[in-house]
Nanobody, 118 residues
Framework: VQLQASGGGLVQAGGSLRLSCTAS????????MGWFRQAPGKEREFVAS????????YYADSVKGRFTISRDNAANTGYLQMNSLKPEDTAVYYC????????????WGQGTLVTVSS
């Protein structure tokens, strides 16, 4: 499956953005989906994930209550709604996918930059 992330940009602290991840090539509903981010000078970190049929959702503690992950399998698209953004949310955000039985994400999008100004 190929993934294309979009929706990043510059936003003031306290603002909102919605990232999209469009899948192609394979049946999107066969894959769990996740969002990860990498801030300058830091390692990539997990942000949120959702199982293939949109059931179980998981969030990093740093984004709980502010970010919401969702997906529309009919549209082959996943989303990350980000509210109450903070400067420390500044990073390149990546969407990723994996077959449910795999432990690691093995399909990655190209990343979209989110910059939160104070």
């Amino acid at each position: 499956v190929q993934l294309q992330a979009s929706g990043g940009g510059l936003v003031q602290a306290g603002g909102s953005l919605r990232l999209s991840c469009t899948a192609s090539g394979r049946t999107f509903s066969n894959y769990d989906m996740g969002w990860f981010r990498q801030a300058p000078g830091k390692e990539r970190e997990f942000v949120a994930s959702v199982r293939r049929y949109g059931g179980s959702k998981y969030y990093a503690d740093s984004v709980k209550g502010r970010f919401t992950i969702s997906r529309d399998n009919a549209a082959n698209t996943g989303y990350l709604q980000m509210n109450s953004l903070k400067p420390e949310d500044t990073a390149v955000y990546y969407c990723a996918a994996k077959v449910a039985t795999h432990l690691e994400y093995d399909h990655w999008g190209q990343g979209t930059l989110v910059t939160v100004s104070s």
